[in-house]
């Protein structure tokens, strides 16, 4: 979809801080907040802005901790869908976060949550190499998140220039 | 024999040196918390990664030792290509390039290579704070020449014009300008060159913000038909490639000028850092960051701009750097009284336009290098402040 330089500019804007007001985002890019609020709602029903999620590092909320597991599927893909069938098959579970179609030594990188290393033990075994479709399934759990999304975990980004120079 | 006050001992030059206003401000709000600054004259960004971490390597390899006087040679080259590709400028990087410890004293060593005892520079002012004691540390005369927020800061001619005696050597601009963010035209860079050439003056052109231009394409004074002969171009890293705190700049000007810069530059310095110079290499290499950088302050201009003219400080846009320079006039408070008040009533730091001049009286500097949260809250707090008086 072609988008106008104002558009792609509210979505640089956006992704970057979604709690900006549209009166803040008008004025940083020239337009009214009428104009600005007409574009962002243009490109939620355009489902471009697909929703306004929140960063958290939930690692350190007591009780939280959790567990993530990439898992590299192998599936048959079958005639005329293709890998969206079974890949709806799978991304429709809650616990699973994402899902990729892959080139390369397998087909589907699924990254699953849960509580413990056992609930995705389970759900590996109980839901997913069930599907007809699975051929086989490598399960890497993630053990400590750096980076995520572009965001660097425990930065430490304080401001360290002088207060006043020239 | 006793020794007489040590004042005594001190050159009248440095006595007669006033302090920068700058001082003042810093000490003020340097002790206070909660302060939201908006009188840093250098980018938010830390400096890129890429650009980091090519010095780190470069230490790991154990390139520690002096370069050239003038530089890496591979680093002139580069700089040479840039002024070239992205200005249209045709430097030798074997002889008319060097690389300085920033852009501070690439301004230094022009100074003390063209001022005879009693030349004249004329100095279009408001403007950073260190070309005038530069001049007469030089043993030049520094003369201030206003330009006015009616005229949005540009360099008016005729006025120019006025200042020229038989002792003025050159001319000091600087586009896009510090503190005002005002940008210079080609035509009204020619309208200077016609006079530098009319008197047959030099200028020094000070561009380190000329990647920091966000309205037409940029226009180099050297570029200008005629002018790099007579021209002194400074440039450098500090603030289109958030590098201030790695001081590397640069000169670029014709040989028999860089020559005799060179000369002051082996005594004085030897060299610009070697891990900087490294540094720099890889900045010139890989610069996508420098157009992130630029998009992003140019939204943050537009934002504080209007958000000043709401609260009630008349604003022209600025065309480039990262200042917006309201009038504050109408508050009938100085620059002074107003930065001041601003500072202990909402703990909001701005820098008064006085200090870059006399002409900078009635307008105060704000940075707009903080991040959006920030200048939120300060514009908040700005408005707020003209309200209550
Ligand atoms: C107009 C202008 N010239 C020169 C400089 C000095 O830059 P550098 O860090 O390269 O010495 C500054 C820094 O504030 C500036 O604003």
């Known amino acids: 979809m072609k988008l106008t330089e104002k558009e792609t500019e509210i979505l640089e804007i956006l992704e970057e801080d979604s709690r900006l007001t549209p009166e803040t985002i008008a004025k940083m890019i020239g337009l009214s907040e009428e104009e600005t609020k007409k574009l962002i709602s243009g490109l939620e029903e355009k489902k471009i802005i697909v929703n306004y999620a929140t960063t958290i590092d939930w690692k350190k909320v007591d009780g939280h901790e959790g567990v993530t597991a990439m898992i590299d599927v192998k599936v048959a893909p079958k005639r005329g869908v293709g890998f969206d069938e079974i890949a709806e098959r799978i991304y429709r579970f809650n616990e699973v976060k994402s899902v990729y179609l892959m080139s390369g030594a397998y087909d589907l990188s699924v990254v699953i949550e849960g509580k413990t290393m056992n609930d995705i033990a389970r759900f590996v075994s109980e839901k997913l190499s069930t599907l007809e479709s699975v051929l086989s399934t490598t399960t890497h759990f993630i053990l400590k998140k750096y980076k995520h999304d572009g965001i660097i975990f425990d930065h430490e980004d304080k401001d360290k220039r002088i207060v006043v120079s020239p | 024999m006793k020794m007489k006050t040590l004042n005594s001992y001190l050159s009248e030059t440095v006595i007669n040196m006033k302090p920068s206003g700058i001082r003042k401000f810093f000490d003020l709000a340097a002790n206070m918390e909660g302060v939201i600054s908006l009188g840093v004259g250098e980018p938010d960004f830390v400096t890129p990664w890429n650009v980091r971490e090519a010095c780190i390597l470069s230490l790991e390899q154990g390139f520690t030792s002096y370069t050239a006087n003038a530089g890496l040679y591979e680093l002139r080259e580069k700089i040479s290509e840039y002024l070239f590709k992205r200005f249209d400028l045709q430097y030798d990087p074997a002889e008319e390039i060097i690389v300085t410890v920033g852009a501070s004293q690439a301004i230094d060593i022009a100074f003390r290579s063209i001022i005879n005892s009693g030349d004249e520079v004329l ?47 050159a001319i000091m601009i600087c586009t896009p300008n510090n503190p005002t963010g005002t940008v210079l035209s080609k035509k009204e860079l020619e309208a200077v060159a016609q006079i530098a050439k009319r008197y047959d003056l030099l200028v020094v052109a000070d561009e380190i913000y000329a990647e920091l231009c966000y309205e037409d394409e940029y226009v180099s004074m050297p570029s200008i038909e005629g002018m790099k002969e007579r021209t002194i171009l400074i440039s450098g890293f500090s603030k289109g490639f958030a590098m201030t705190g790695w001081r590397l700049g640069y000169i670029a000007a014709d040989r028999v000028f860089a020559r005799a810069m060179l000369k002051v530059h082996q ?43 709401e609260a009630g400080l008349f604003c022209h846009m ?67 402040f003209v309200q209550s008086l």
């Open chain 2, 267 to 309: 005594y004085s310095i030897m060299c610009a850092p070697t891990m900087a110079q490294y540094a720099a290499l890889e900045a010139l290499e890989n610069d996508e960051d420098v157009l992130y950088m630029r998009k992003s302050y140019q939204r943050r201009r537009n934002y504080i701009v209007q958000s000043l003219n």
């Open chain 2, 123 to 169: 100095i279009i002012e408001p403007c950073f704070v260190s070309y005038a004691p530069l001049v007469t540390l030089a043993g030049g005369k520094p003369v201030s020449v206003s330009t006015f927020g009616e005229e949005e800061f540009k360099v008016n001619p005729e006025i120019l014009e006025k200042y020229i005696t038989s002792k003025t050597k």
């Open chain 2, 318 to 384: 600025p065309g480039g750097a990262f200042y917006a320079f309201p009038s504050i006039k109408s508050t009938g408070l100085s620059s002074e009284e107003f930065a001041e008040r601003l500072l202990l009533e909402e703990k909001v730091a701005v820098v008064p336009g006085n200090v870059f001049g006399q002409s900078g009286e009635g307008y105060i500097r704000c940075s707009y290098a903080s991040s959006m949260e920030q200048l939120q809250e300060a514009m908040k707090r700005i408005k707020r």
